[in-house]
């Protein structure tokens, strides 16, 4: 079925070291977005990578779509407290419209 | 504030009773989502609208589920003879389609409790 698994489920840092969600899927992908949920908050919109091998940068954030359109990362460099938050991996896959996200990957800092 | 709206923000039941949600897209949006969203887990994928139209319904979604966008503006959620298993965080979000682009923009969502 269409479905996109995301690892990992838990990351904790300390604040300074660095993070990276992945997003897998078995099947090509149109194209895939990013959101960002804080504690208590809704989806919030980051990115969305359409190309093959398309790398996209924003501050400390890389974001990349892998070559096959079949996988996805998500980098933060020199965490901040203030980028705690679980982060979604939503994917369209060729012919429909609808996002299907991942089971989002919760991260959280030691200041 | 020209957001996502979403009314009530909480709803508290009686397993058998009906509920009905509402959502507020950004006026100018011409697509319209609703997701179902469990502690711990990513949104999920009810239903969508373009303008008034029903697109596509998760096959996973109950016949008690029902979603209307009548002028293409609002849109509510039913949900009828509610179960337990219903309880969960009730997400909006809406969007200005076009061709390659998809920016999702949520609400505040709806927590239903179901007793």
């Known amino acids: 079925g269409q479905q996109v698994m995301q690892i990992p489920q838990y990351q904790h840092v300390q604040e300074g070291e660095d993070f990276t969600t992945y997003c897998n899927s078995s099947?090509?992908?149109?194209?895939i977005q990013w959101y960002k949920q804080r504690p208590g908050g809704h989806p919030v919109f980051l990115i969305q990578?359409?190309?093959?091998?398309e790398v996209k940068k924003q501050k400390r954030l890389t974001f990349q779509f892998g070559e096959a359109k079949k996988n996805s990362s998500l980098h933060i460099t020199a965490t901040q407290t203030t980028d705690v938050g679980t982060y979604f991996c939503?994917?369209?896959?060729?012919?429909?419209?609808?996002?299907?996200f991942g089971q989002g990957t919760r991260l959280t800092i030691n200041p | 504030d020209t957001g996502v709206s979403q009314d009530p923000r909480h709803k508290i039941t009686k397993r058998g009773q009906n509920v009905t949600f509402r959502c507020d897209p950004i006026?100018?949006?011409?697509?319209l989502y609703w997701y179902r969203q469990t502690l711990g887990q990513g949104p999920e994928f009810l239903t969508y609208?373009?303008?008034?139209?029903?697109?596509?319904k998760s096959r996973l979604l109950s016949d008690r589920f029902s979603a209307e966008r009548p002028k293409g503006s609002f849109s509510t959620l039913e949900i009828q003879r509610t179960e337990q298993g219903d309880s969960a965080m009730y997400l909006c979000?809406?969007?200005?389609?076009?061709?390659?682009?998809?920016?999702?923009?949520f609400g505040p969502g709806t927590r239903l409790t179901v007793l």
């Open positions: 939503a994917a369209s896959f060729q012919g429909a419209q609808k996002l299907v």
């Open positions: 609208f373009q303008n008034e139209a029903q697109l596509e």
């Open positions: 006026s100018e949006h011409n697509r």
């Open positions: 099947t090509t992908l149109s194209n």
């Open positions: 979000a809406s969007s200005f389609w076009t061709s390659g682009s998809g920016e999702q923009f």
């Open positions: 990578l359409v190309k093959s091998g």
